[in-house]
């Protein structure tokens, strides 16, 4: 386990005690220690283990015994968990997350009967979003769309102000289709489907199409963003096609929901206006009469799903402050 060089932002909160929070990616897990004043005091990170439900309860325990034991004065009082994948936030049930091969998994129930604190719980997404449109890039908006790049990728979206769920099953954005109905062009996704969004656009997606390309694996869908800016030819091919998907992707959305803004968060945000400003180009050339959505940023990048685990945590041990209920009105 190791200690993370990111800073993060003061949280708008005051808890009564700490609490520990958990953002559960399919490379890493991202965890944070915030105190009563609402200032992130402790962070690490532990690659995710995957295909074993046991193993992954393992390391939140072991995160939270270590937090317990080498920091005593910051013992939580609750613990607030984002995962990837297909999530029953009502019943804190893991429905499918196939990066990590995880199916029908009652995630909350265990983890608090392992660690005897509550649990706050919900899809990783879902939870970026509702950080972003509380606090962050999406506040002041009423329909929004924050998108999460990492791994995978998922969404939140907010119509009138309110977060749009389908019972856990909307906003699937990354396994948005674009190949021909029937077809196998493209690339196998980890849902089974062909040609999803995220094996061409997602972090993970980048880094596969530029192996597939050279035989040499990138460290890192970063690296591949930097070899394109530097004039990689190969590299610039990844990223164009990369960027063409999700702008095809943001215009369907477009043409259905009009979001006034969307946010791109997560890891692949990290690459700025090499990312964002072709991605406007291409969105514009896309649309014709639909109302054209700011195309941002997220204030919180990678930490957004984190900052939103600490959110729900904090509302079990009954902080207050800024607080989100994922509806503005």
Not at 167 to 179: C, K, N
Not at 209 to 215: F, I, K, P, S
Not at 243 to 270: H, K, M, R, Y
Request: hydrophobic content about 45%.
């Amino acid at each position: 386990m190791t200690d993370s060089e990111e800073s993060y932002p003061r949280l708008e909160l005051h808890y009564p005690r700490p609490v520990i929070a958990f953002d559960i990616g399919g490379t890493a897990i991202k965890i944070v220690v915030v105190d009563a004043r609402g200032d992130v005091v402790h962070t690490r990170s532990v690659r995710t283990p995957v295909g074993e439900e046991n193993a992954l309860l393992a390391a939140l325990v072991d995160a939270v015994d270590s937090t317990r034991r080498d920091f005593p004065q910051a013992s939580p009082a609750a613990i607030g968990v984002h995962i990837t994948g297909l999530v029953d936030d009502d019943r804190g049930v893991v429905v499918l997350a196939e990066h990590l091969g995880l199916r029908n998994v009652a995630m909350r129930d265990r983890l608090a009967g392992l660690t005897g604190l509550p649990v706050a719980f919900g899809n990783d997404a879902r939870g970026a979003g509702v950080a972003e449109f509380e606090m962050g890039a999406a506040r002041g908006y009423h329909n929004a769309m924050v998108v999460s790049i990492g791994t995978g990728i998922g969404a939140a979206v907010f119509v009138d102000g309110r977060l749009y769920t389908a019972d856990g099953f909307g906003a699937e954005l990354g396994h948005m289709r674009t190949t021909a109905v029937g077809s196998t062009a493209g690339v196998v996704c980890a849902c089974g489907g062909w040609g999803c969004l995220e094996t061409l656009s997602s972090a993970k997606g980048v880094e596969g199409a530029y192996a597939r390309a050279t035989g040499t694996a990138p460290a890192g869908a970063e690296r591949v963003f930097a070899a394109a800016a530097a004039g990689d030819p190969v590299a610039e091919a990844v990223v164009d096609s990369c960027i063409d998907a999700l702008a095809l992707a943001f215009a369907q959305v477009t043409a259905i929901l009009s979001p006034e803004i969307i946010v791109v968060a997560g890891g692949l945000s990290g690459a700025g206006e090499q990312l964002l400003g072709p991605l406007r180009t291409r969105l514009d050339s896309l649309l014709t009469f639909q109302r054209r959505p700011v195309i941002a940023r997220a204030r919180f990048g990678g930490q957004a799903g984190v900052i939103a685990s600490a959110l729900i945590a904090g509302r079990l041990s009954g902080s207050t402050g800024n607080l989100s209920t994922g509806t503005r009105e």
